[in-house]
Structure formats: C-alpha cells, structure tokens
C-alpha cells in the first residue's frame, strides 16, 4: 500500500512564503516504475472544486503549474527521499487552501485529479490579508 504524507501548511501573511513537502512511503518501486510515476498538488478551498495546483515526472523532472500559480510557485523532487516539494512564494488571499498531494503510477493528464491514483490527507494553508 502507498501512502503519502503532507507536511509544512500552516498560516502566513500576504506576499509571504511557504514550503510543503509530501513524502512517499509504504511499497518498493521498480526504477521502471519510478519512470512512469508522477506526482502532484491540488488544493481545495471552501466553497470551491478542487483545483490543479502543479505536477512533476519523477524521472524526466518535467514540471506543470495551474495557471493560478504560474509564477509564483515552484514543484521539486527528491528521488532518493521520495518526497516531493512545493516552495509558494508571493502568497495571496485566494491561496488559502487545503493543500493535497497526490501521486499517479501514469496519467495522461497531470492537471486531471481523476489521473491519480493515492491521495495524502492534506495540509491547511492560510494566507491572511
């Protein structure tokens, strides 16, 4: 069973910054594997559909941002850890929001949340105005 882990929410200020990371446990991946697999932020906000925030290829590093946080925030990986990361720099108001990773073993659409496979718990982000 894979399970995922978010870490780092908590409340900032307007034009402030926050980094979350996600950490990837509980099965042993082929480097085969590794090479399909991807993993991604969403977030979800009262009162809204959950929204594609960014995504990364595990092995290519090939990074997609919703066009929200273009700019703004920047997607990493550490393979070796199996942890993801994602650095929000220039927080606004509208980013207030509980942040989920997720990973796909393949998706063909990294913005389509219905493309991945585990899901962690997620992490409250508060940005104050």
């Known amino acids: 069973q894979v399970q995922l882990v978010e870490y780092g929410g908590g409340l900032v200020q307007a034009g402030g910054s926050l980094r979350l990371s996600c950490a990837l446990s509980?099965?042993?991946?082929?480097?085969?594997?590794?090479?399909?697999?991807?993993m991604g932020w969403f977030r979800q906000a009262p009162g809204k559909e959950r929204e594609f925030v960014a995504a990364?290829?595990?092995?290519?590093?090939?990074?997609y941002y919703g066009d929200s946080v273009k700019g703004r925030f920047t997607i990493s990986r550490d393979n070796a850890k199996n942890t993801m990361y994602l650095q929000m720099n220039s927080l606004e108001y509208e980013d207030t929001a509980v942040y989920l990773c997720?990973?796909?073993?393949?998706?063909?659409?990294?913005?389509?949340?219905?493309?991945?496979?585990?899901w962690g718990q997620g992490t409250q982000v508060t940005v104050s105005s």
């Open positions: 997720a990973a796909a073993l393949k998706a063909s659409r990294l913005e389509r949340d219905v493309e991945y496979d585990y």
């Open positions: 509980g099965r042993t991946f082929s480097s085969n594997a590794m090479g399909r697999y991807a």
């Open positions: 990364i290829s595990w092995s290519g590093g090939s990074t």
